[in-house]
């Protein structure tokens, strides 16, 4: 498993340079102006971007032929999906504690004058964004070992719609539940640990979803 996580790993250091350097150019922006637009804004950025990257790793892997290749080394097909989805939710996380970084050195420039209930509303935003990325995997990991990489393109709108789609939907749901009561932050942190248990149930189930569809992928 450590050899598949490492392939993984070096199959986006290229890209991650370029995406690293976005994201650090947009967040010392964010510092630096502390513009409340772009406070609603950025967190969501970094952990769809580097879990893009972690799907993008599939293309290449379909390009070079490596996929076929690492079938005939001793490894399971199951501990190569798991393996992937490892790198997804390690990048994702990545993510979030890059979107955490940059909005506390905005917060410690400029004050908190963005979030009316304080930290929840940040812990939101930094959620907000690992959430996505883990249920764009979900959805795009499946489809990847159905249709093949070639097909990332698309593959990418359809999860990125889809994730965006069930984020709505919980939300929307919490809502509906809640009614017009007054959040305390218990009930709050109940309702986000509730969304967070979902999705990391509907990540986890995709994992296994996608290892059944590669044992049976034929080359």
């Excluded at 393996?83 to 990545?94: D, M, N, R, T, W």
């Excluded at 996505?132 to 990847?144: N, Q, T």
């Excluded at 709505?168 to 509906?176: A, H, K, T, Y």
Aim: hydrophobic residues 55%; contains cysteine; positive net charge.
């Amino acid at each position: 498993m450590k050899g598949l996580l490492k392939n993984n790993f070096y199959g986006i250091t290229d890209s991650l340079k370029v995406v690293a350097l976005l994201l650090i150019i947009l967040g010392a922006v964010l510092a630096l102006l502390g513009d409340a637009s772009m406070v609603g804004i950025f967190p969501f950025m970094p952990a769809p971007l580097l879990a893009v990257l972690s799907l993008s790793c599939l293309r290449r892997e379909s390009a070079s032929r490596w996929c076929r290749y690492k079938l005939t080394l001793p490894v399971r097909r199951s501990d190569i999906v798991k393996s992937q989805y490892i790198s997804h939710a390690l990048c994702s996380a990545s993510g979030a504690v890059a979107a955490a970084i940059f909005l506390a050195v905005t917060v410690a420039i400029h004050g908190n004058i963005y979030f009316y209930y304080g930290f929840r509303d940040a812990l939101t935003l930094i959620m907000g964004g690992l959430i996505l990325s883990l249920l764009m995997g979900a959805a795009a990991y499946p489809l990847c070992y159905i249709w093949g990489a070639e097909r990332m393109e698309i593959i990418l709108i359809i999860a990125l719609t889809a994730a965006i789609a069930v984020v709505f939907g919980l939300s929307l749901l919490l809502n509906v539940m809640l009614g017009d009561a007054i959040v305390s932050d218990i009930l709050y942190y109940i309702s986000l640990l509730a969304i967070t248990v979902v999705t990391a149930a509907v990540y986890i189930g995709s994992c296994f979803a996608a290892a059944a569809i590669y044992e049976r992928k034929e080359y």
